[in-house]
Protein backbone atom coordinates (compact mmCIF):
# COMPACT_ATOMS: atom_id res chain seq x y z
CA UNK A 1 0.00 0.00 0.00
CA UNK A 2 1.20 3.46 -0.57
CA UNK A 3 1.83 6.02 2.13
CA UNK A 4 0.01 9.63 1.58
CA UNK A 5 2.46 11.81 -0.24
CA UNK A 6 3.89 13.98 2.26
CA UNK A 7 3.29 17.60 0.84
CA UNK A 8 -0.75 16.31 0.87
CA UNK A 9 -0.87 18.89 3.18
CA UNK A 10 0.32 21.75 1.31
CA UNK A 11 -1.69 24.41 -0.18
CA UNK A 12 -0.04 25.06 -3.42
CA UNK A 13 -0.21 28.62 -5.79
CA UNK A 14 -1.27 25.25 -8.60
CA UNK A 15 -4.13 24.24 -6.85
CA UNK A 16 -5.19 28.00 -5.69
CA UNK A 17 -4.99 29.11 -9.33
CA UNK A 18 -6.45 25.81 -10.86
CA UNK A 19 -9.58 26.29 -8.61
CA UNK A 20 -10.01 30.43 -8.91
CA UNK A 21 -9.39 30.36 -12.56
CA UNK A 22 -12.57 27.72 -13.02
CA UNK A 23 -15.00 28.97 -10.59
CA UNK A 24 -14.46 32.70 -11.58
CA UNK A 25 -14.71 31.07 -15.23
CA UNK A 26 -17.93 32.29 -17.72
CA UNK A 27 -19.40 28.51 -17.11
CA UNK A 28 -20.86 29.69 -13.83
CA UNK A 29 -22.57 33.00 -15.07
CA UNK A 30 -21.60 35.33 -12.32
CA UNK A 31 -22.99 32.81 -9.72
CA UNK A 32 -26.45 34.85 -9.17
CA UNK A 33 -28.71 33.61 -6.69
CA UNK A 34 -31.49 31.54 -7.52
CA UNK A 35 -29.87 31.18 -11.35
CA UNK A 36 -29.00 28.17 -13.25
CA UNK A 37 -25.58 30.04 -11.98
CA UNK A 38 -26.32 29.18 -8.48
CA UNK A 39 -27.55 25.47 -8.82
CA UNK A 40 -23.70 25.03 -11.46
CA UNK A 41 -21.99 26.55 -8.01
CA UNK A 42 -23.73 25.00 -4.92
CA UNK A 43 -23.23 21.90 -6.99
CA UNK A 44 -19.48 22.49 -7.38
CA UNK A 45 -18.77 23.36 -3.95
CA UNK A 46 -21.14 20.26 -2.34
CA UNK A 47 -18.93 18.10 -4.82
CA UNK A 48 -15.76 19.56 -3.89
CA UNK A 49 -16.45 19.04 -0.20
CA UNK A 50 -17.92 15.68 -0.36
CA UNK A 51 -14.36 14.82 -2.63
CA UNK A 52 -12.47 16.21 0.76
CA UNK A 53 -14.22 13.84 3.12
CA UNK A 54 -16.50 17.04 5.07
CA UNK A 55 -19.56 15.96 6.68
CA UNK A 56 -22.59 17.47 5.38
CA UNK A 57 -23.25 20.63 8.22
CA UNK A 58 -26.71 21.61 7.23
CA UNK A 59 -29.48 20.32 9.25
CA UNK A 60 -31.58 17.02 8.83
CA UNK A 61 -33.83 17.05 6.14
CA UNK A 62 -37.16 15.93 6.27
CA UNK A 63 -36.23 12.71 5.25
CA UNK A 64 -33.61 12.33 7.59
CA UNK A 65 -30.90 12.53 5.24
CA UNK A 66 -28.14 15.03 6.37
CA UNK A 67 -27.82 17.72 4.05
CA UNK A 68 -25.41 20.29 2.63
CA UNK A 69 -27.63 23.02 1.77
CA UNK A 70 -29.05 25.44 3.95
CA UNK A 71 -32.30 27.19 2.13
CA UNK A 72 -32.39 30.65 2.37
CA UNK A 73 -35.72 32.58 1.09
CA UNK A 74 -35.01 35.78 0.03
CA UNK A 75 -37.90 38.39 -0.95
CA UNK A 76 -36.90 40.22 -3.74
CA UNK A 77 -39.07 44.10 -4.76
CA UNK A 78 -38.69 45.08 -8.05
CA UNK A 79 -40.59 48.08 -9.07
CA UNK A 80 -44.16 48.32 -10.63
CA UNK A 81 -43.25 50.71 -13.44
CA UNK A 82 -46.75 50.89 -14.41
CA UNK A 83 -47.85 52.31 -11.65
CA UNK A 84 -47.65 56.05 -10.41
CA UNK A 85 -45.60 56.73 -7.33
CA UNK A 86 -47.08 59.51 -5.22
CA UNK A 87 -45.46 61.66 -2.62
CA UNK A 88 -48.19 64.54 -0.88
CA UNK A 89 -47.19 67.15 1.13
CA UNK A 90 -49.42 68.71 3.92
CA UNK A 91 -49.62 70.86 6.62
CA UNK A 92 -47.17 73.64 6.56
CA UNK A 93 -46.14 72.97 3.16
CA UNK A 94 -48.32 71.32 0.41
CA UNK A 95 -47.62 70.20 -2.65
CA UNK A 96 -45.73 67.38 -3.77
CA UNK A 97 -42.17 65.36 -3.87
CA UNK A 98 -40.84 64.92 -7.47
CA UNK A 99 -40.45 60.86 -7.46
CA UNK A 100 -37.24 59.57 -8.57
CA UNK A 101 -35.64 63.64 -8.36
CA UNK A 102 -36.27 64.44 -5.04
CA UNK A 103 -37.69 61.21 -3.45
CA UNK A 104 -37.06 57.96 -4.20
CA UNK A 105 -38.60 54.61 -2.44
CA UNK A 106 -38.30 50.83 -1.27
CA UNK A 107 -40.88 49.07 -0.21
CA UNK A 108 -40.11 47.14 3.15
CA UNK A 109 -42.83 44.57 3.45
CA UNK A 110 -44.67 41.72 1.74
CA UNK A 111 -47.34 43.30 0.42
CA UNK A 112 -47.07 44.78 -3.24
CA UNK A 113 -48.91 48.07 -1.95
CA UNK A 114 -47.41 50.75 0.14
CA UNK A 115 -49.77 53.63 1.64
CA UNK A 116 -49.04 55.34 4.65
CA UNK A 117 -48.38 58.80 5.32
CA UNK A 118 -47.07 60.45 8.35
CA UNK A 119 -45.12 63.28 9.76
CA UNK A 120 -41.61 64.28 8.77
CA UNK A 121 -39.48 64.04 11.37
CA UNK A 122 -35.39 65.09 11.04
CA UNK A 123 -33.82 62.85 13.30
CA UNK A 124 -29.88 63.27 12.67
CA UNK A 125 -27.85 60.38 12.41
CA UNK A 126 -31.04 58.54 13.94
CA UNK A 127 -28.58 56.78 16.45
CA UNK A 128 -28.98 55.50 20.19
CA UNK A 129 -25.85 54.57 21.51
CA UNK A 130 -25.17 54.64 25.28
CA UNK A 131 -21.80 53.62 25.52
CA UNK A 132 -20.82 57.15 23.34
CA UNK A 133 -23.86 58.69 25.62
CA UNK A 134 -25.26 59.74 21.96
CA UNK A 135 -28.87 59.48 21.56
CA UNK A 136 -30.93 61.47 18.69
CA UNK A 137 -33.86 60.38 19.88
CA UNK A 138 -33.95 62.00 23.40
CA UNK A 139 -37.22 63.44 23.70
CA UNK A 140 -38.92 62.59 20.19
CA UNK A 141 -41.57 59.82 19.56
CA UNK A 142 -41.14 58.45 16.56
CA UNK A 143 -44.86 56.48 16.59
CA UNK A 144 -46.46 56.44 13.09
CA UNK A 145 -43.72 59.26 12.05
CA UNK A 146 -41.46 59.42 8.69
CA UNK A 147 -38.11 59.84 9.89
CA UNK A 148 -35.07 61.51 8.04
CA UNK A 149 -31.82 61.02 8.97
CA UNK A 150 -28.36 60.46 7.66
CA UNK A 151 -26.30 58.18 6.46
CA UNK A 152 -23.31 57.32 8.65
CA UNK A 153 -22.75 58.57 12.54
CA UNK A 154 -21.27 61.69 13.78
CA UNK A 155 -17.94 63.05 12.56
CA UNK A 156 -15.94 66.32 13.56
CA UNK A 157 -12.93 66.75 11.72
CA UNK A 158 -10.27 66.06 13.64
CA UNK A 159 -12.06 64.87 16.61
CA UNK A 160 -10.10 61.29 17.01
CA UNK A 161 -12.38 60.73 20.40
CA UNK A 162 -16.31 60.74 19.06
CA UNK A 163 -17.38 56.99 18.84
CA UNK A 164 -14.52 55.38 16.96
CA UNK A 165 -13.07 58.51 15.20
CA UNK A 166 -12.83 57.63 11.73
CA UNK A 167 -12.90 54.18 12.50
CA UNK A 168 -16.54 53.83 11.64
CA UNK A 169 -18.49 51.87 14.60
CA UNK A 170 -21.38 49.68 14.57
CA UNK A 171 -23.79 52.23 15.20
CA UNK A 172 -23.13 53.51 11.77
CA UNK A 173 -24.56 50.78 10.06
CA UNK A 174 -27.54 51.07 7.85
CA UNK A 175 -29.68 47.82 8.53
CA UNK A 176 -29.03 48.63 12.12
CA UNK A 177 -30.28 51.87 11.89
CA UNK A 178 -33.38 51.18 9.74
CA UNK A 179 -33.87 48.30 12.54
CA UNK A 180 -33.55 51.02 15.57
CA UNK A 181 -36.31 53.65 13.91
CA UNK A 182 -38.81 50.36 12.99
CA UNK A 183 -38.55 49.57 16.95
CA UNK A 184 -39.41 52.71 17.86
CA UNK A 185 -42.71 53.10 15.60
CA UNK A 186 -41.70 55.06 12.93
CA UNK A 187 -43.86 54.25 9.26
CA UNK A 188 -41.01 55.28 6.81
CA UNK A 189 -37.26 55.84 6.92
CA UNK A 190 -35.93 58.05 3.99
CA UNK A 191 -31.88 58.73 3.77
CA UNK A 192 -30.30 62.05 2.90
CA UNK A 193 -26.25 62.47 2.08
CA UNK A 194 -24.91 65.61 3.50
CA UNK A 195 -23.08 66.12 -0.21
CA UNK A 196 -26.70 66.25 -1.87
CA UNK A 197 -26.40 62.90 -3.47
CA UNK A 198 -28.86 59.81 -2.24
CA UNK A 199 -28.24 56.37 -3.15
CA UNK A 200 -31.33 54.58 -4.85
CA UNK A 201 -32.74 52.87 -2.61
CA UNK A 202 -32.38 49.52 -5.11
CA UNK A 203 -29.50 47.52 -2.87
CA UNK A 204 -31.74 47.63 0.32
CA UNK A 205 -35.42 46.25 -1.93
CA UNK A 206 -34.16 42.72 -1.03
CA UNK A 207 -34.39 41.42 2.38
CA UNK A 208 -34.28 38.01 3.78
CA UNK A 209 -38.04 36.57 3.70
CA UNK A 210 -38.16 35.48 7.42
CA UNK A 211 -37.32 39.14 8.80
CA UNK A 212 -39.92 40.83 6.67
CA UNK A 213 -43.26 41.85 8.36
CA UNK A 214 -46.08 44.30 7.52
CA UNK A 215 -46.57 46.08 10.46
CA UNK A 216 -43.22 47.53 11.21
CA UNK A 217 -42.01 50.36 8.82
CA UNK A 218 -43.56 50.34 5.59
CA UNK A 219 -40.85 52.26 3.25
CA UNK A 220 -36.97 52.98 2.46
CA UNK A 221 -35.94 55.46 0.80
CA UNK A 222 -33.86 59.06 -0.10
CA UNK A 223 -34.78 62.25 -0.34
CA UNK A 224 -32.03 65.02 -1.39
CA UNK A 225 -30.34 67.54 0.88
CA UNK A 226 -32.28 70.62 -1.37
CA UNK A 227 -35.68 68.68 -1.09
CA UNK A 228 -35.36 68.36 3.13
CA UNK A 229 -33.56 72.26 2.83
CA UNK A 230 -37.02 73.11 1.59
CA UNK A 231 -39.00 71.16 4.05
CA UNK A 232 -37.74 72.58 6.95
CA UNK A 233 -39.23 74.92 8.96
CA UNK A 234 -38.67 78.63 9.04
CA UNK A 235 -37.33 79.22 12.79
CA UNK A 236 -34.62 76.09 12.08
CA UNK A 237 -32.15 78.03 10.54
CA UNK A 238 -30.04 76.85 7.60
CA UNK A 239 -29.54 73.10 6.37
CA UNK A 240 -26.16 73.48 6.58
CA UNK A 241 -26.37 74.26 10.02
CA UNK A 242 -28.82 71.66 10.88
CA UNK A 243 -26.30 69.18 9.64
CA UNK A 244 -23.55 70.35 11.65
CA UNK A 245 -25.89 70.67 15.01
CA UNK A 246 -26.16 66.65 13.95
CA UNK A 247 -22.21 66.56 14.47
CA UNK A 248 -22.26 67.40 18.03
CA UNK A 249 -23.40 66.48 21.28
CA UNK A 250 -26.84 67.45 22.36
CA UNK A 251 -28.40 67.65 18.96
CA UNK A 252 -32.89 67.09 19.03
CA UNK A 253 -34.76 66.00 16.50
CA UNK A 254 -36.76 68.03 14.47
CA UNK A 255 -40.18 68.04 13.78
CA UNK A 256 -41.19 69.81 10.53
CA UNK A 257 -44.56 69.98 10.62
CA UNK A 258 -45.34 68.76 7.40
CA UNK A 259 -47.15 64.93 6.43
CA UNK A 260 -45.97 62.86 4.03
CA UNK A 261 -48.42 60.54 2.32
CA UNK A 262 -46.76 58.09 0.08
CA UNK A 263 -48.41 55.52 -2.14
CA UNK A 264 -46.77 53.35 -4.56
CA UNK A 265 -46.34 49.69 -6.08
CA UNK A 266 -43.99 46.73 -6.38
CA UNK A 267 -44.06 43.57 -7.74
CA UNK A 268 -42.14 41.37 -4.50
CA UNK A 269 -40.75 37.87 -5.64
CA UNK A 270 -39.83 35.37 -3.13
CA UNK A 271 -36.21 33.61 -4.42
CA UNK A 272 -35.27 30.27 -3.21
CA UNK A 273 -31.34 30.86 -2.48
CA UNK A 274 -28.64 28.32 -0.36
CA UNK A 275 -25.82 28.34 1.96
CA UNK A 276 -23.50 25.72 1.54
CA UNK A 277 -22.42 24.35 4.94
CA UNK A 278 -19.99 21.08 5.51
CA UNK A 279 -18.37 20.15 8.64
CA UNK A 280 -14.96 18.69 9.87
CA UNK A 281 -15.88 17.39 13.70
CA UNK A 282 -13.59 17.81 15.92
CA UNK A 283 -11.37 15.56 17.77
CA UNK A 284 -11.40 16.88 21.16
CA UNK A 285 -15.10 15.47 23.01
CA UNK A 286 -14.91 18.26 25.41
CA UNK A 287 -14.31 21.10 22.79
CA UNK A 288 -16.17 19.20 19.94
CA UNK A 289 -19.58 20.72 20.38
CA UNK A 290 -18.17 23.92 19.47
CA UNK A 291 -17.42 25.55 16.00
CA UNK A 292 -14.66 27.42 14.04
CA UNK A 293 -16.91 28.66 11.34
CA UNK A 294 -15.26 30.15 8.40
CA UNK A 295 -16.95 31.91 5.84
CA UNK A 296 -16.85 33.34 2.22
CA UNK A 297 -19.70 34.60 -0.11
CA UNK A 298 -20.42 32.57 -3.76
CA UNK A 299 -22.73 34.92 -4.67
CA UNK A 300 -21.67 37.32 -7.31
CA UNK A 301 -23.58 39.65 -9.51
CA UNK A 302 -24.65 36.98 -12.40
CA UNK A 303 -25.52 38.60 -16.01
CA UNK A 304 -26.40 42.05 -16.46
CA UNK A 305 -25.55 45.31 -18.30
CA UNK A 306 -22.56 44.30 -21.24
CA UNK A 307 -19.40 46.20 -20.63
CA UNK A 308 -17.14 46.36 -23.59
CA UNK A 309 -19.03 43.27 -24.55
CA UNK A 310 -18.43 41.45 -21.72
CA UNK A 311 -22.01 40.91 -19.98
CA UNK A 312 -20.58 37.89 -16.81
CA UNK A 313 -19.85 39.27 -13.78
CA UNK A 314 -17.49 36.74 -12.60
CA UNK A 315 -16.42 38.29 -9.14
CA UNK A 316 -13.06 36.43 -9.44
CA UNK A 317 -11.63 38.68 -6.52
CA UNK A 318 -14.82 39.52 -5.16
CA UNK A 319 -15.20 36.49 -3.53
CA UNK A 320 -13.74 33.89 -5.53
CA UNK A 321 -10.73 34.44 -4.05
CA UNK A 322 -12.04 33.64 -0.76
CA UNK A 323 -14.46 30.73 -1.66
CA UNK A 324 -10.44 29.32 -3.05
CA UNK A 325 -9.02 29.44 -0.27
CA UNK A 326 -11.78 28.24 2.26
CA UNK A 327 -11.94 25.05 -0.55
CA UNK A 328 -7.95 24.63 -0.31
CA UNK A 329 -8.60 25.18 3.88
CA UNK A 330 -11.63 22.68 3.68
CA UNK A 331 -9.12 19.60 1.93
CA UNK A 332 -6.51 20.20 4.40
CA UNK A 333 -8.30 20.38 7.55
CA UNK A 334 -10.83 17.03 6.47
CA UNK A 335 -7.52 15.17 6.29
CA UNK A 336 -6.28 17.02 9.87
CA UNK A 337 -8.96 17.51 12.01
CA UNK A 338 -8.49 19.62 15.36
CA UNK A 339 -10.11 19.75 18.33
CA UNK A 340 -12.65 21.71 17.92
CA UNK A 341 -15.14 21.23 14.99
CA UNK A 342 -14.51 23.50 11.39
CA UNK A 343 -17.56 24.67 10.28
CA UNK A 344 -16.92 26.04 6.40
CA UNK A 345 -19.46 28.15 5.41
CA UNK A 346 -20.43 29.06 1.64
CA UNK A 347 -22.78 31.95 2.17
CA UNK A 348 -25.06 33.26 -0.49
CA UNK A 349 -26.71 36.99 -0.97
CA UNK A 350 -23.69 38.78 0.74
CA UNK A 351 -24.11 41.10 -2.01
CA UNK A 352 -27.73 41.85 -0.85
CA UNK A 353 -26.93 42.97 2.40
CA UNK A 354 -25.31 39.73 4.35
CA UNK A 355 -28.29 38.10 3.55
CA UNK A 356 -26.97 34.41 3.41
CA UNK A 357 -24.46 34.99 6.53
CA UNK A 358 -27.26 36.57 8.77
CA UNK A 359 -29.65 33.48 7.63
CA UNK A 360 -27.27 31.01 9.07
CA UNK A 361 -26.78 33.47 12.01
CA UNK A 362 -30.72 33.57 12.80
CA UNK A 363 -31.58 30.00 11.82
CA UNK A 364 -28.40 27.75 10.58
CA UNK A 365 -27.55 24.33 12.19
CA UNK A 366 -24.95 25.53 14.33
CA UNK A 367 -26.67 27.74 17.64
CA UNK A 368 -24.67 30.78 18.25
CA UNK A 369 -23.54 29.87 21.42
CA UNK A 370 -21.55 26.86 19.80
CA UNK A 371 -20.13 29.36 17.34
CA UNK A 372 -16.34 30.05 19.47
CA UNK A 373 -15.02 32.55 16.86
CA UNK A 374 -16.63 33.37 12.69
CA UNK A 375 -13.24 33.89 10.23
CA UNK A 376 -14.11 35.64 7.26
CA UNK A 377 -12.26 35.49 3.70
CA UNK A 378 -13.22 38.41 1.63
CA UNK A 379 -10.84 40.69 0.75
CA UNK A 380 -8.62 39.21 -2.62
CA UNK A 381 -6.49 41.97 -2.08
CA UNK A 382 -3.57 39.23 -1.82
CA UNK A 383 -4.33 38.47 -4.92
CA UNK A 384 -1.62 41.06 -6.00
CA UNK A 385 1.37 38.86 -4.42
CA UNK A 386 2.73 38.07 -1.29
CA UNK A 387 2.75 40.73 1.77
CA UNK A 388 5.45 41.55 5.12
CA UNK A 389 2.00 42.43 6.98
CA UNK A 390 -1.30 41.27 8.06
CA UNK A 391 -4.89 43.72 8.52
CA UNK A 392 -7.08 41.01 9.70
CA UNK A 393 -10.14 43.48 10.37
CA UNK A 394 -11.94 43.19 14.38
CA UNK A 395 -8.68 42.94 15.94
CA UNK A 396 -9.08 45.45 18.51
CA UNK A 397 -12.73 44.14 19.59
CA UNK A 398 -12.20 40.74 21.47
CA UNK A 399 -9.04 38.39 21.98
CA UNK A 400 -8.74 37.04 18.70
CA UNK A 401 -6.83 40.03 18.46
CA UNK A 402 -4.31 38.44 20.56
CA UNK A 403 -4.00 35.13 18.23
CA UNK A 404 -3.64 37.21 15.04
CA UNK A 405 -0.26 38.38 17.16
CA UNK A 406 0.75 35.45 17.81
CA UNK A 407 0.23 33.60 14.61
CA UNK A 408 1.82 36.56 12.65
CA UNK A 409 4.80 36.86 14.66
CA UNK A 410 5.30 32.62 13.79
CA UNK A 411 4.74 33.82 9.66
CA UNK A 412 7.30 36.51 9.81
CA UNK A 413 4.61 38.87 9.45
CA UNK A 414 3.61 42.38 11.44
CA UNK A 415 0.06 43.24 12.38
CA UNK A 416 -0.65 46.70 10.78
CA UNK A 417 -4.25 48.29 11.55
CA UNK A 418 -6.94 48.87 8.75
CA UNK A 419 -5.49 50.61 6.23
CA UNK A 420 -9.23 51.82 5.28
CA UNK A 421 -10.94 52.81 8.66
CA UNK A 422 -12.99 55.46 7.16
CA UNK A 423 -14.81 52.58 4.62
CA UNK A 424 -16.20 50.52 8.14
CA UNK A 425 -14.90 47.34 6.23
CA UNK A 426 -15.94 45.28 9.10
CA UNK A 427 -19.30 46.72 8.97
CA UNK A 428 -19.87 45.57 5.17
CA UNK A 429 -18.85 41.80 4.81
CA UNK A 430 -20.26 38.61 6.71
CA UNK A 431 -18.30 38.58 9.61
CA UNK A 432 -20.54 41.27 10.96
CA UNK A 433 -23.88 39.23 11.44
CA UNK A 434 -21.53 36.84 13.69
CA UNK A 435 -20.36 39.88 15.57
CA UNK A 436 -23.45 41.51 16.45
CA UNK A 437 -25.00 38.10 17.26
CA UNK A 438 -22.52 37.88 20.24
CA UNK A 439 -19.57 35.78 18.51
CA UNK A 440 -15.97 37.07 18.22
CA UNK A 441 -15.37 37.60 14.61
CA UNK A 442 -12.33 38.59 12.19
CA UNK A 443 -12.56 39.96 8.72
CA UNK A 444 -9.09 38.44 7.36
CA UNK A 445 -6.85 39.77 5.58
CA UNK A 446 -3.09 40.49 5.02
CA UNK A 447 -2.01 44.28 4.74
CA UNK A 448 -0.67 46.70 2.02
CA UNK A 449 3.61 46.33 2.38
CA UNK A 450 3.79 44.35 -0.01
CA UNK A 451 6.94 42.32 -1.46
CA UNK A 452 8.90 43.70 -3.50
CA UNK A 453 6.73 46.85 -4.76
CA UNK A 454 5.89 49.91 -2.97
CA UNK A 455 2.94 51.40 -1.00
CA UNK A 456 2.22 53.76 -3.45
CA UNK A 457 2.28 50.52 -6.67
CA UNK A 458 -0.23 48.95 -3.65
CA UNK A 459 -2.83 51.98 -3.24
CA UNK A 460 -2.58 52.36 -7.00
CA UNK A 461 -3.60 48.73 -7.43
CA UNK A 462 -6.31 49.24 -5.00
CA UNK A 463 -7.82 52.56 -6.59
CA UNK A 464 -7.62 50.42 -10.32
CA UNK A 465 -9.36 47.51 -8.79
CA UNK A 466 -12.53 49.57 -7.14
CA UNK A 467 -12.77 52.24 -9.99
CA UNK A 468 -12.22 49.60 -12.36
CA UNK A 469 -13.14 46.26 -12.00
CA UNK A 470 -15.32 45.86 -8.51
CA UNK A 471 -18.72 44.41 -9.19
CA UNK A 472 -17.46 44.34 -13.04
CA UNK A 473 -17.71 41.81 -15.62
CA UNK A 474 -13.59 42.71 -15.51
CA UNK A 475 -13.65 41.31 -12.22
CA UNK A 476 -11.97 38.08 -13.69
CA UNK A 477 -9.19 35.76 -13.67
CA UNK A 478 -6.83 37.21 -16.03
CA UNK A 479 -7.21 40.57 -15.02
CA UNK A 480 -6.86 40.93 -11.24
CA UNK A 481 -4.99 37.42 -10.67
CA UNK A 482 -1.43 39.17 -10.70
CA UNK A 483 0.72 37.43 -8.04
CA UNK A 484 -1.27 33.96 -6.38
CA UNK A 485 1.76 33.36 -3.93
CA UNK A 486 -0.14 36.18 -1.95
CA UNK A 487 -3.05 33.92 -2.01
CA UNK A 488 -0.91 31.42 -1.28
CA UNK A 489 0.38 33.23 1.86
CA UNK A 490 -3.12 33.95 3.41
CA UNK A 491 -4.16 30.45 3.13
CA UNK A 492 -1.69 29.53 5.47
CA UNK A 493 -2.29 32.53 7.70
CA UNK A 494 -5.71 31.82 7.97
CA UNK A 495 -4.87 28.23 8.21
CA UNK A 496 -2.28 29.51 11.45
CA UNK A 497 -5.25 31.39 13.06
CA UNK A 498 -7.80 28.28 12.62
CA UNK A 499 -5.50 25.88 13.92
CA UNK A 500 -5.17 27.80 17.07
CA UNK A 501 -8.28 28.91 17.78
CA UNK A 502 -9.54 25.27 17.18
CA UNK A 503 -7.08 24.16 19.55
CA UNK A 504 -6.95 26.34 22.41
CA UNK A 505 -8.80 25.47 26.10
CA UNK A 506 -10.28 28.83 26.36
CA UNK A 507 -12.86 29.95 23.46
CA UNK A 508 -12.07 33.53 22.35
CA UNK A 509 -14.57 36.43 24.23
CA UNK A 510 -14.75 40.25 23.42
CA UNK A 511 -12.87 42.70 25.12
CA UNK A 512 -14.38 44.69 28.23
CA UNK A 513 -16.08 47.90 27.13
CA UNK A 514 -15.78 46.93 23.36
CA UNK A 515 -18.72 47.94 20.96
CA UNK A 516 -20.01 43.85 20.42
CA UNK A 517 -19.22 43.05 24.10
CA UNK A 518 -21.55 40.74 25.39
CA UNK A 519 -21.42 37.58 27.86
CA UNK A 520 -21.80 34.42 26.10
CA UNK A 521 -24.92 33.66 27.80
CA UNK A 522 -26.69 36.08 26.15
CA UNK A 523 -25.44 34.71 22.87
CA UNK A 524 -28.73 32.72 21.87
CA UNK A 525 -31.26 34.72 23.22
CA UNK A 526 -30.67 37.40 21.03
CA UNK A 527 -28.82 36.02 17.67
CA UNK A 528 -31.87 36.88 15.56
CA UNK A 529 -32.90 40.40 16.53
CA UNK A 530 -32.33 42.68 14.70
ZN1 LIG B 1 -17.30 40.31 -1.22
Not at 126 to 131: Q, T
Not at 159 to 186: H, I, Q
Not at 367 to 386: C, F, I, K, Q
Request: aromatic share 8%; net charge neutral.
Amino acid sequence: MLGQAPDSLAITTRELAARLRFFSSDLFEGRYPGTRGEALTTGYLVSELQSFGLRPGAASTANGTAGWLQPVQLLVQRPDSGSPVEARLTGRISGQLAPGKEVTFANTGRSPNVSTAGELVFVGYGIDAPMYRWNDFAGINLRGKIAIMIFGEPTVEGDTLRFNGVRASRFSWLTDKVAEMDRRGAVGVLLIRPDGSFQSPFRVSRYLASDVRDDGIRFFGGLTDSALARLLPPKSGSLEKLLKAADRPGFRSLPLGVNLAVRFRTEPTLVTSHNVIGTVPGTDSSLASQHVVLSAHWDAYGIGKPVKGDSIYNGALDDGSGVTAMLALARVFAAHPQRRSLTFLFTTAEEWGLLGAHAFVCAGPVPMERVAANLNLDDGLELLGPKRDAAPLGVELSTLGQTIQQVAVKSGLRVSPDPYPAEGYFLRADNYPFARAGVPALYMALGTDAVGSSRQYVDAKVKEYLERDYHQPSDEYETVALNLEGSRQYAEFVRGVTTTVANEERAPSWLPGGEFERPRKQVATTRCAR
